[in-house]
Each structure stands twice: as C-alpha cells, then as structure tokens.
C-alpha cells in the first residue's frame, strides 16, 4: 500500500498534510502519533471512506474509491467505532459477515478464540465496550482478508483479550496477510510491529522497524556497581563529552549517554585501567515510548 503526498481538511482544518507512507506486503505495520495527529483520517482515505483531496491512495494496487467493489472482499477494517447493528447479536453478525465471503473463517471458532462464545446471544448494544471491541476484529478478519486495517485493535481490551488480539495477528501475518493499524499502545507497536510510521502534525516524521527507531540518536542509561568514590570525573573525560556519570549512592553508579558496544567497552577498559571492578552493569536502552516522547515532545496539546 502506498499513500503519497495526502493532504485532507476539515474546513480550515488541515488533518493530513502532505504525508507519504509505505506499507510493505505481508508486514504489520504501525501507524503512531499524538491524539489529532491524522491517523484515522489517513486510515479512513485508504480505506475508501474519504476521497483524498490531493495526493494519491494505492491500496493492493488499486484506488480505494474507483475500485471499492473489487477491494471490497479482499480488505479487512475495524473502525475505532461504530460498524456493528446494535440490535443483532454476536454471533449472528459474525455468522452473517462470514456468509458475505467466499472462504470465511470458521465464525463460531473464531468467536470461541476471542472469548465471544458466552456471549454470542448478547445483542450488540448490550455487550460492555471491549466485547464490541473483539466483536468488531472478529467481523474484520472473518473473511480471510488479504490487508486488514484496524483502528486501536486493543483499545478497552483486558491484558488476557490483548495477548489473544496479538497472538492472532501474528499468525495473519504468519498466513501472509498484511496489516495496519494505528495503536498508542508503544508496547503493542514495538512488539508486533515490523515497520513503525510515527505521524504528526498530518505529517510522517519518522519511520522505521521498532529496533531501528529506538536505536536512532539513543539515549540510553547503563547502571552498574563498583567501589564507592570512583573519580567519575576523569571517567568522564575518558567518555565521549556528552556522556554523565554519577555516583547515585555509595558504590551505585548510572552513566547516560548515546549507548552503543564502544561505549560499553570505553567504560569497562577505564575500570579495568583503574583497577575498579565492575558488578551487576545493567544497560539500558530507550523504549518505544521515550522515542515517541522525543519526537513528539512530552506536553500535551
Ligand atoms: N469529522 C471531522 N470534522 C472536523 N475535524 C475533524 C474531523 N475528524 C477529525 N478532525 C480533525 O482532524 C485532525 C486529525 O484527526 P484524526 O482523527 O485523523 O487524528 P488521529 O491521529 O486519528 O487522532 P486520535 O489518536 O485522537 O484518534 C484533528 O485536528 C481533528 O480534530
């Protein structure tokens, strides 16, 4: 899937703002940014529901909106909302759903696998929030699509659903199949994901596998344990200028800088240099979420 230079407004609201991205076959690829970012609006062009009003949409080669019937049976979606008839029940709007695909999946084992089966008499507007929420990736992967979209898949969902959510997807991706799909779970994106967007603004600001984001300009900490009073200040000089080191309490030492093997290395050769020997070092590298916080900043809009 391809988006090129989209841009998309509310009004004088500019949500999308000349954002390109790519979307490998076969991948999981992630859709990240702060709330108002323009993730949906982007999801919601490829998907066919908005015609973009500059810039180009391929999606499995083709244009979401001119080509919408043949897409159709080929394309899985879960909306953040929505989608579902409140009245009907569970099952019977799995069952249905499956009956509109050439080769669905089984529905009733599908709905057993996400822990759908006691309440598969419930009508929609009755199940609590993350039933529906189970409910509505169920009715976007019963049909055995070949690219699935799914807007925060695991939002309201408990830690049990959450694993069985990721379990499933990784086995779609097993199968081949490729998704998106937008998440502010960065555990869940650095987890599953292989290829990361980080959207903000209207705009992709970076891009890369999970491992590639957090090793880009990482800041990390390395922790480790000597004899108290160690001269971290010649250690320091012996370190690149901008990393620290301080004696945290008596014998604890934290160092922080960009970590990388040289690092690591510089510092345990002072130490042996020194005849200071090093116990429990512990590195510590940057999380998804500190590298999203340092893209995206750590004040909310
Ligand atoms: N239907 C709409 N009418 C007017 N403005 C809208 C509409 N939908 C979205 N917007 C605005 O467009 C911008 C992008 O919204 P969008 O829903 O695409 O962001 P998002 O990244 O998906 O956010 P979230 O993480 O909160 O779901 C926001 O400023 C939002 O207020």
Redesign the pocket.
Known sequence: MQVRDLV?R??S?T??DGLSLDVPEGSITAVL????????????TCEGFRAPQSGSVRVLGLDPRLDAVRLRPRVGVML?SGGAWTGSRATEMLRHMASLHAHPLDPDALADRLGLASCGRTPYRRLSGGQQQRLSLAMAVVGRPELLFL??PTAGLDPQARRATWELLAELRGAGVTVVL?T?FMDEAEQLSDLVHV?DA?TVIASGSPAELTAAGARGTIRFAARPGVDVVALMEALPHDTKVEEVEGGRYVLTGEIDPRLLADLTRWCADHDVLTESVLVERQSLEDRFLDLTGRTLR
């Open positions: 998309m509310y009004g609201t949500a999308v940014g702060p709330n108002g970012a323009g993730k949906t609006t982007t999801v919601e953040q807007d925060e937008t502010h959207v209207g």
